[in-house]
């Protein structure tokens, strides 16, 4: 027996999965800023005194590094509630975003931080500039330029990432395709139409990254 | 009755954790092979060619893995092939490894001095030659800590094979889960025998990253 496909039914429920798009986007620039923050922090303390400090933070990169984030979405689901923080699905799946995101953070923020050489902050000084001058021209736009590529690169991956939320049925674009693919039992339709959402999506996101690295980094080095 | 988590489910763990390598293996050989074609595809200077599988990889590194998870898995199924979970998701697999090989291979590839080629050329060596014997030893020494980082995630990808139903360690933790109510300390052990598998890998990749760095430096 043939199977005819009928791609009528995506067709049907655009409305739906395009509000699914914005949920993912939501999700993911909510998983971003919380994995910013993370990055930052992390970076701060892994050059602690307290040895324990580098320490515990060295332990959280490696560990969320290697392992999937399926697990640790699912212990996080199962965990968070333990320590007092009964969330919605979303909401927890920021928090996963956010800490699978930061890990990846801290390590690329520290690779910035350590290519500004101790005498270009020196030569700054020389020059007159003040303190705030020499932090936000010689140490944070350079290190931001240094890092863009590979920190955006990284927040493409949490977007694509952000699909496998729809495992603890938080609201997303994969999830949406999930409840349409039930409806209608027209699971390849439906995924493979999804699959391209998500590619514009990325593309989307790789034009903006590049708008905003043309207008903040577009000046010569040498 | 609740059972514990105890021995037996541990060893229903086991069982998970080695399909869970098993699919690794079968998709990084399987992506292995069909990433060198991309990457020689991708460098053969054609014009055509090399926009296509441009096009290729992109598509795959633009969209989630667990979407090419969904389309491979429920395309085979309406071309009436009557196929195993395991296959099905192994193919699945193993042609988003071919995109994200073929891209790493390409990279490396273009590092090599041009020279090399110029050289191999200039002795007289055709193209299979030269990519055998010449260009190919040297791209992949350069390739390996990414190859290596790859594979770390190819380990961690085969969790959302848990999604479609395929028992994987994922899975096995799930339905562990389920039936002891001790969800922390039974996803605290999954995480750590992926953690025991990946962690030598990503070890290994990042020392081999810093001697090639060094040796660059010379």
């Known amino acids: 027996m043939g199977y005819t496909l009928d791609f009528s039914v995506v067709w049907h429920a655009m409305p739906a999965l395009l509000w699914g798009c914005v949920g993912t986007l939501g999700l993911a620039l909510a998983g971003m800023t919380l994995a910013m923050i993370i990055g930052v922090a992390g970076v701060a303390t892994r050059d602690a005194k307290a040895a324990w400090l580098r320490a515990l933070v060295i332990g959280f990169v490696e560990i969320v590094r290697n392992t999937p984030f399926l697990v640790q979405i699912f212990f996080l689901f199962f965990a968070l509630p333990l320590v007092g923080l009964k969330l919605n699905p979303t909401a927890t799946a920021i928090i996963a975003l956010g800490v699978n995101g930061g890990a990846y953070a801290i390590e690329i923020i520290r690779g910035g931080v350590q290519s500004i050489h101790k005498g270009q902050v020196e030569a700054g000084y020389a020059l007159g500039l003040h303190k705030g001058q020499v932090f936000r021209f010689i140490v944070l736009?350079?290190?931001?330029?240094?890092?863009?590529?590979?920190?955006?690169?990284?927040?493409?991956?949490?977007?694509?990432?952000?699909?496998?939320?729809?495992?603890?049925?938080?609201?997303?674009?994969?999830?949406?395709?999930q409840r349409i693919e039930s409806d209608t039992f027209r699971s390849f339709e439906v995924y493979f139409s999804v699959t391209f959402l998500y590619l514009a999506i990325s593309w989307l996101l790789m034009l903006g990254f590049a708008v905003i690295s043309h207008r903040f980094f577009a000046y010569p080095t040498r | 009755m609740v059972p514990h988590f105890g021995l037996p489910e541990f060893g229903f763990l086991l069982r998970g954790l080695q399909w869970t390598v098993l699919l690794t293996l079968v998709a990084f050989a399987g992506g292995c092979t069909a990433g060198l074609a991309i990457a020689l595809l991708r460098t053969c200077g054609h014009k055509g060619v090399e926009w296509i599988t441009r096009i290729y990889i992109g598509i795959f590194q633009g969209t989630p893995l667990l979407l090419q998870l969904f389309v491979v898995y429920y395309g085979l199924a309406l071309t009436g092939l009557k196929l195993d979970a395991f296959v099905a998701v192994a193919i699945g697999f193993t042609v988003n490894a071919s995109a994200f090989l073929g891209e790493i291979w390409r990279g490396a590839i273009q590092a090599v001095p041009r020279g090399q080629t110029e050289a191999a050329m200039a002795l007289g060596l055709h193209y299979s030659s030269r990519m055998r014997d010449i260009v190919l030893p040297q791209?992949?020494?350069?390739?390996?800590?990414?190859?290596?980082?790859?594979?770390?995630?190819?380990?961690?990808?085969?969790?959302?094979?848990?999604?479609?139903?395929?028992?994987?360690?994922?899975?096995?933790?799930?339905?562990?889960?389920?039936?002891?109510?001790?969800?922390?300390?039974?996803?605290?052990?999954?995480?750590?025998?992926?953690?025991?598998?990946?962690?030598?890998?990503?070890?290994?990749?990042?020392?081999?990253?810093?001697?090639?760095?060094?040796?660059?430096?010379?």
Do not use: D, H
């Not at chain 2, 994922?170 to 598998?197: E, H, K």
């Open chain 1, 141 to 177: 736009k350079p290190a931001l330029r240094a890092i863009y590529p590979s920190l955006t690169g990284q927040f493409i991956m949490l977007t694509l990432t952000s699909s496998i939320c729809s495992a603890v049925s938080a609201y997303e674009l994969t999830s949406v395709a």
């Open chain 2, 139 to 218: 791209a992949i020494r350069i390739s390996l800590p990414a190859t290596i980082g790859y594979l770390v995630q190819l380990i961690k990808g085969t969790s959302l094979a848990a999604i479609v139903g395929f028992i994987e360690l994922a899975r096995a933790g799930q339905i562990v889960s389920n039936q002891t109510f001790q969800p922390l300390l039974v996803f605290g052990v999954v995480g750590a025998m992926y953690f025991v598998l990946c962690w030598p890998l990503s070890w290994w990749g990042s020392r081999m990253e810093a001697r090639l760095a060094l040796a660059s430096q010379r």
